[in-house]
């Protein structure tokens, strides 16, 4: 796979988890690179308990998956800088390039496979 064939790969990846991120989320208006669970319209007034109880842990199940998505969109966004700076594909531990198989199955990789934690 070559470094364009990543890039796009890349490219792709970056796309997807930010349409994923925008079902259970949005740019925090006070820091745009950070992302906010968007809490549930509650109408407290016509709601019975289990529904206030369900609007909950909907906000909450969508936190947990948000802060996944949102650490792999910015891997990813880190794996594009670093194709730009020309650091792409370098071990971040001891400098070497990582495994093409690796980047294959992780293009935002950021280690080679001795140093995978």
Known sequence: MTENDLKAKL???LALLERELKTVGR???ANP???EPT???L???AADESEVADTFEEFESNTAVLKQLEI???EVKRALDRLEKGTYGKC???GRAIEPDRLEANPAATTCK???S
Request: glycine share 0%; hydrophobic share 15%; charged share 40%.
């Open 11 to 13: 490219e792709t990846e």
């Open 27 to 29: 740019r925090n208006p």
């Open 33 to 35: 690179e950070d992302w």
């Open 39 to 41: 809490p549930a319209p």
């Open 43 to 45: 109408d407290t007034s």
């Open 72 to 74: 792999r969109y910015n």
């Open 92 to 94: 971040e531990v001891c």
């Open 114 to 116: 001795e140093h995978m």
